[in-house]
Every structure is written in C-alpha cells, then in structure tokens.
C-alpha cells in the first residue's frame, strides 16, 4: 500500500502549485483522502479532506479560497491545487486515506511521503 505525492517545489509568493498524490497496492476509490502539512518546528496539522465519491470537502481556515482538493476520474488520485500561496504555507506536505470519514481529518490510517513546498517572499 503506498501513496505517493508529487509537485512540491519552490514558488514565490503569490504564485501556483498543484500536489498530486497517486494511491497503489489496493483500491483506494472507496477511501477519503485528505492532505496534511508540517511546517518547520510545527506540528504536522491538517490541511483539506475530500470524500470518497468527491462530493464533499472540508479545508483549513487557513486555506480556504486559496487552495482546491479534487479527486481524478479513478478516484484513486487526489489533488491539491494551491493559489495566492504564502511563505506560511511552506512546509511537506503529505497526503492521506482512511475509509472512515470520522478519521480522515485527524488520525488517516495511510499516509504518503511528504513533497516539500517552498515560498519564498
């Protein structure tokens, strides 16, 4: 079981990223998955969750307006479109499923590697 994220790098401020995390070893269409962060000398802390028909998602204050989680035809890729990003907002990024809803935000069984996103000012 893996889930691999992909698209960090370093942008300036104000601009574009989109993470992308591709989930393999079994089907993860039936999952929610979410992502997370962990900027440096913090606590990783969750950033946006989607379910697993699509249909519904939950987003940090902190991000919301500024960053869009969406799910690939497969259901088994989840992405992270991140606008007006700020060098708040560097930090690995990792990426999550859980078939519970109820855990998706807080305590995901499966995680991924982090993709390091940096914004420089």
């Known amino acids: 079981v893996q889930l691999q994220a992909s698209g960090g790098g370093l942008v300036q401020a104000g601009g574009s990223l989109r993470l992308s995390c591709a989930a393999s070893g079994r089907t993860f269409g039936n999952y929610h998955m979410g992502w997370f962060r962990q900027a440096p000398g913090k606590e990783r802390e969750f950033v946006a969750v989607?379910?697993?028909?699509?249909?519904?998602?939950l987003y940090t204050d902190s991000v919301k307006g500024r960053f869009a989680i969406s799910r690939g035809n497969a259901k088994n890729t989840v992405y992270l479109q991140m606008n007006s990003l700020t060098p708040e907002d560097t930090a690995v990024y990792y990426c999550a499923a859980d078939p519970k809803w109820v855990n998706i935000a807080t305590s995901p069984d499966y995680w991924g590697r982090g993709t390091l996103v940096t914004v420089s000012s």
């Open positions: 989607i379910s697993w028909t699509g249909g519904s998602a």
